[in-house]
């Protein structure tokens, strides 16, 4: 079965606190995602990679970086959580589209992240 | 740039009951490709059912089809014989044909009753 794993469902941290979200997954998929989810604004992307070390900003990346150091693990980072960062964020994984490919995505189960 | 509308936020379906949940977009691609998403409560999204824009036919999927009219832009989502486990938000979305970003709508939230 494959999957697309968030280290962590629910996450609390203070204004200021660095925060690290996590993702693997396992289909040996190039492309990755981090999406914010937000009622009323639907998805947006944060930051996506095509490879290891690769990165492109989304339509949001301002108080976000990312990481990927190897292909199955790619991490979003807030440098300094603030409050309008409270959301839902969901990481995605999909095969490279120029490989003739649809772009279907595979999505972890979320992580909900509150800064108070 | 691409953009997809979704107009609904909420609807509701009586159980085994049919219901079609709207989505416009916009593009000036030739080649793309359209999706519905589910997101089921608490669960992870998955997908539905794709079109890809060149095919006429309307994809299908067991109870889950829908209707696309590339003129207009327009791709509603159809679900017959609504069930329990319908309940979702689902969210519209596409893609350029060989590029690698989805563009989502703003979903709608599906609440099946008994």
């Known amino acids: 079965d494959v999957k697309v794993t968030q280290s962590s469902r629910y996450l609390v941290k203070r204004t200021g606190e660095k925060v690290f979200l996590e993702c693997v997954q396992d289909m040996d998929h190039e492309n990755m995602f981090w999406y914010r989810q937000d009622p009323g604004l639907g998805l947006r992307l944060i930051y996506f990679s095509y490879d290891v070390k690769m990165k492109e900003k989304g339509d949001i990346p301002e108080g976000y970086s990312v990481s990927r150091e190897k292909k199955e693990r790619f991490s979003l980072i807030l440098e300094s959580a603030s409050t309008n960062q409270t959301s839902m964020y969901l990481c995605?994984?999909?095969?490279?589209?120029?490989?003739?490919?649809?772009?279907?995505?595979?999505f972890g189960e979320g992580s909900r992240l509150t800064v108070l | 740039a691409q953009t997809v509308t979704q107009s609904q936020p909420e609807m509701s379906v009586q159980e085994a009951e049919t219901v079609t949940l709207s989505c416009t977009y916009d593009?000036?691609?030739?080649?793309?490709?359209l999706f519905w998403y589910k997101q089921p409560p608490s669960r992870q999204m998955i997908l539905v059912i794709r079109?890809?824009?060149?095919?006429?036919q309307n994809a299908t999927e067991n109870r889950f089809s829908v209707n696309f009219q590339k003129a207009a832009k327009s791709f509603s989502l159809k679900i017959s014989d609504s069930q329990l486990g319908d309940t979702a938000m689902y969210f519209c979305?596409?893609?350029?044909?060989?590029?690698?970003?989805?563009?989502f709508g703003t979903g709608t939230r599906l609440q099946v009753f008994p």
């Open positions: 593009t000036s691609e030739n080649n793309y490709y």
């Open positions: 979305a596409s893609i350029k044909y060989n590029t690698d970003k989805l563009i």
């Open positions: 995605a994984s999909s095969l490279w589209a120029s490989g003739g490919n649809t772009g279907e995505l595979f």
């Open positions: 079109q890809e824009a060149y095919k006429q």
